[in-house]
């Protein structure tokens, strides 16, 4: 159980809290532990309570008003309970007795407060205890029925899906085959499979098609199975024995060629009850399974060998087809007047056919003028669109369904996404820090940053999040939500009270308890938000800026704040932060300004810190000294330029990620090189040290060395315990690896840059890496063997930036599971002196790289062979699914980049898979040359240069 959700409020964290305090580290007034006992028990009552109506669909009325008035009650006690153990601290049972007694002392009113506030927090339990009613939970028509049951006429885009699936069932094998359909709720998955039902469902024996509720009724369920394919109507099976209904349905279908639709899969548990009832009777049965769960639909397929169809949103013609179809009664009509307005609503519906069909249905039965149109597109996203039309309503419970399904920390991880703005990229790892801030991971769960992984995959995975940037591991780097999706979160939060979101929406009045606040615009109600949160500040628990925002309350006792997250606030300065050291229970700190070039000193009282970034303060000189004393923070992120402190800072123990540190900013290089040692929890390191500047210090050689000693020495010792990430400059990279022993048992991503001399022998005991980017002066087969050697390479970026002094040839002795090749060969040489150097020459043999999946290329055509495309070998990437390439331009000859381009397109006509994705473009296009003509003269201009300072030489 999460401690704080949308559900039940922070009443688990609460709990957790009140037994804290009845241990021997807190010394209570006579009485009060009792009182603290009283209120355990009642709170358990009503947790249990509140995790009944937490997992309910539908309340009446006075059961929202009774859920919603104890979860403001485990809201005001948590804060009021975390005030107290903050003024309180906890004991130490070393004192002295004259140390022991000053403590008492000091905390005797505390601990006073505390008998009081038990007293007035027990009388709140008791009168909410008085209150009792039972919740009832309404039965309404599941909306995905009607796909089951109606043919759906003017179909858009079905067609080619339709012959796709249809191919893959009709083939001639014999064995059991199941398709499953996977996606988002709203694309069509229902109306494709049952188009496809209708189609080829004549060449079966027996077919059927029926739907599975979120909660499976396995009786009902093969109930239904059994009406649809037992033609004689007789011996129906009595009562629910589930047994006997599958033996039955099992014997009907023995022999025959059935063909079965099974729609709307929740659970992978669902499937293996539900594919028990399906003999496997290789006489060319098959089944459509669809889902809007990742791994059920792998699930699914995995014996059949498989792939799920992924169904992807209509392209731009289909969707405009499908909207003005339903408008005009005819394909693409559009007035010009509405061309800009549909174009526009048609982006926010992303190609949903389910969101199509609601607004253009909405569009029909209005007048068809730009304003109307305009005021429909701005609603949508802002959570307006779902809440205030019974048009939408069926749209927003096919999209119900899906937040319904998730458990409930997962319901509280997605609502918490309503405080991003529409269209906003979010930064995943942003994002679950925030959720770990918050209190909505559970750390009995395991590691907090793995569980937050895990949540944040099964989220994915159940399509309620939209991947934007994946990474070589299938790891998630930045992610958005559908305008739809976002609706439906922003109009939940609404109900939940969860969050407040100013986004441009009409806002008659705020909550009195506003517990988090998104602020996206610089519309009017920015002024009454702030008069707002300032009056109800000791509610407030996030804060989050985004955009034009301009103005912020004055951030002094906000108590209960655990996120603040200013990253929109390019205006702010020192005055604005000078107080941050009263919200004492602050977990996560983002600010992001050029303005801000102090912080307080007082940062270090926030002894709750987990997660500090001012990475977007640029112009930050300094920390000051008192952020050594953030014994709990897990992440300092700071940009290059700010200068940390050396003296203790091997204290922070709970340090795990340092980024970015420049070596030079620090007030004692020595010294922090040495602390750097102490810190063993540390994973992730990102540190620059350039020993060709030194702008700050004048240092001797003899002190450099010994910096550069200290530091390898640190780093080596870092690399023994807990190491995962490593980002380091060439400089230091050659003294950290130069030994063939040197030992990184958890390193597993290394970046190196600015570029080294060549590959470091080092390296090759970096047996578990799996993510290299490196950039290198010269490049040579030794060099190259060494990369091969790396046997769980996954991920490889290799920049030269002089030359390759030979022909290179990638065998299949390494590279075995290489997914991600980028490759940059851009020197900085001169057009004319390249035709006295051998050009790159690169080739792969077949069955090199079998794993590989993307393949990025960046190269002047410069400095590549004629035939350089037609010999590299790319066909026999077989898996390749992403092939880029970069030509820069810059000081080239037009006809040199066209004969490239022309080169590459020959090449990839080759390749046998045809739906790989080929992107093709040019680099510093306005650096060419005008023509050939004019790279000649300029080519002949630097040529006589080059003679005449040769002639001056020898002469």
């Known amino acids: 159980m999460a401690g704080v959700s949308a559900g039940t409020g922070a009443m688990s964290s609460l709990l957790g809290k009140l037994s804290a305090l009845l241990t021997h580290e807190y010394k209570l007034l006579k009485g009060v532990r009792k009182e603290i006992q009283f209120l355990e028990r009642e709170l358990g009552r009503m947790r249990a309570y509140l995790d009944i109506l937490a997992d309910m669909d539908k309340l009446d009325d006075l059961a929202k008003k009774r859920r919603d008035s104890l979860r403001d009650l485990s809201y005001e006690m948590e804060d009021c309970i975390d005030r107290f153990m903050d003024r309180l601290g906890t004991g130490d049972a070393r004192r002295g007795f004259m140390r022991t007694t000053a403590r008492r002392l000091r905390t005797i009113w505390a601990r006073h407060d505390i008998a009081t506030l038990i007293r007035d927090l027990k009388a709140r339990v008791l009168q909410e205890t008085e209150l009792h009613d039972s919740a009832t939970r309404p039965v309404e028509i599941d909306p995905r029925m009607t796909a089951l049951h109606e043919e759906v006429k003017g179909l858009v885009a079905m067609d080619a899906p339709a012959k796709h699936i249809s191919a893959l069932l009709m083939d001639q094998s014999m064995e059991l085959k199941v398709v499953p359909i996977v996606g988002p709720g709203g694309l069509g998955k229902s109306t494709l499979a049952m188009e496809v039902y209708r189609k080829i469902g004549r060449h079966f024996r027996c077919r059927a098609s029926v739907s599975v509720s979120r909660a499976l009724d396995l009786d009902k369920f093969l109930k239904d199975i059994l009406s649809q394919i037992d033609e004689s109507r007789e011996c129906q099976p009595q009562g629910s024995d589930i047994q006997l209904l599958i033996r039955k349905t099992t014997q009907i279908l023995t022999g025959k060629r059935y063909f079965i639709v099974i729609d709307d899969i929740w659970k992978e548990h669902d499937w293996k009850l539900v594919k028990a009832a399906f003999p496997e009777n290789n006489n060319g049965s098959r089944i459509i399974a669809t889902t809007r769960i990742t791994g059920v639909a792998n699930l699914c397929c995995s014996r059949s060998g498989g792939l799920p169809y992924q169904m992807e949103p209509l392209d731009d013609v289909g969707s405009r087809r499908l909207f003005f179809k339903r408008i005009f009664s005819s394909d693409d009509p559009c007035p010009a007047e509405l061309e800009e307005v549909s174009t526009r609503i048609l982006k926010k519906c992303g190609g949903v ?7 253009a249905s909405l569009l029909a039965n209005k007048t068809h003028n730009n304003g109307e149109w305009e005021r429909l597109q701005d609603t949508i996203g802002t959570g307006s669109s779902l809440d205030n039309n019974e048009t939408f309503k069926g ?27 529409e269209d906003y990229e979010i930064e995943c790892e942003e994002l679950k820090w925030k959720w770990m801030a918050e209190g909505f991971i559970a750390t009995q769960w395991g590691r907090l940053d793995q569980v937050a992984e895990n949540c944040f995959n099964e989220l994915v995975n159940r399509n309620m999040i939209q991947p934007v940037d994946v990474g070589y591991d299938g790891s998630v780097k930045r992610c958005r939500v559908h305008d739809m999706v976002l609706d439906l ?54 804060l989050s800026m985004f955009g034009q925002v301009k103005q912020i309350c004055h951030l002094v006792d906000f108590h209960a704040l655990r996120v603040l997250d200013l990253v929109g606030c390019e205006w702010l300065e020192n005055k604005h932060v000078k107080n941050i050291g009263s919200s004492c229970q602050l977990r996560y700190l983002r600010l992001s300004s050029f303005k801000i070039t102090e912080l307080p000193g007082e940062i270090g009282k926030l002894q709750h810190l987990e997660t500090l970034d001012v990475r977007g303060c640029y112009y930050l000189p300094r920390l000051p000294s008192t952020v050594v004393q953030l014994q709990k923070l897990v992440r300092l992120l700071v940009s290059r330029r700010t200068e940390l402190p050396a003296s203790e800072f091997g204290s922070m123990q709970a340090l795990e990620e340092l980024e970015k540190l420049n070596i030079w900013n620090s ?64 400089d230091l990279c050659n003294r950290l690896f130069w030994d063939p022993c040197c030992t990184y048992p958890y390193l597993h991503d290394l970046t190196i840059g600015p570029a080294i001399k060549t590959v470091t022998k080092g390296m090759a005991s970096l047996k578990n890496l799996v993510k290299l980017c490196i950039a290198v002066e010269e490049f040579d087969k030794e060099g190259l063997h060494l990369l091969m050697g790396m046997p769980f390479l996954a991920h490889l970026e290799l920049a030269i930036r002089i030359s390759i002094k ?45 794993a590989l999946r993307q393949f990025h290329l960046e190269l002047n055509p410069m400095e ?11 066909e026999h990437f077989s898996g390749l699914a992403h092939f880029q390439v970069e030509i820069d331009c810059n000081g080239a000859a037009p006809g040199w980049v066209e004969a490239l381009e022309s080169s590459i397109e020959k090449a990839t006509d080759l390749h046998p898979n045809n739906e790989m994705e080929i992107h093709l473009s040019r680099l510093h296009e306005d650096g060419m040359f005008k023509d050939d003509k004019e790279w000649e003269e300029a080519a002949a201009k630097e040529r006589k240069k080059e003679r005449n300072e040769e002639e001056g030489r020898t002469s």
């Open 667 to 730: 007030d004692n290089p020595l010294r922090f090189a040495e602390e750097l040692g102490h810190l063993t929890k540390l994973r992730r390191v990102d540190i620059h040290l350039n020993l060709n500047l030194n702008e700050k210090l004048i240092m001797d050689y003899a002190t450099r060395e010994r910096l550069v000693e200290l530091l390898v020495s640190s780093l080596s010792e870092l690399g023994k315990c807990n190491l995962r990430y490593l980002s380091i400059g060439g």
């Open 395 to 421: 749209m927003r419970q096919i999209l119900l369904l899906s937040y319904l399904d998730l458990p409930r920390h997962l319901k509280t991880c997605l609502l918490y996404l309503c405080i991003y703005p």
């Open 806 to 850: 030979e022909k290179l040839n990638i065998g299949t002795n390494g590279f075995k599971l290489l997914k991600v090749f980028h490759f940059t060969y851009m020197t900085d040489r001169w057009y004319s002196k390249v035709e006295a150097i051998d050009r790159l020459q690169l080739t792969f043999a077949t069955g090199a790289m079998p």
């Open 353 to 359: 056919p389910l969101a199509i069909i609601t607004f």
């Open 864 to 874: 590549v062979t004629s035939n350089f495309f037609a010999d590299l070998g790319i």
């Open 489 to 542: 979160v922003i109009s939940l939060s609404d109900e939940e009270n969860f969050a407040t979101v100013l986004n441009g929406r009409i806002c008659n009045s705020f909550s009195s308890k506003i517990r988090r606040l998104s602020m996206q615009s610089s519309a009017k109600e920015q002024d009454e938000a702030v008069r707002a949160i300032t009056e109800t500040k000791l509610h407030v628990r996030s």
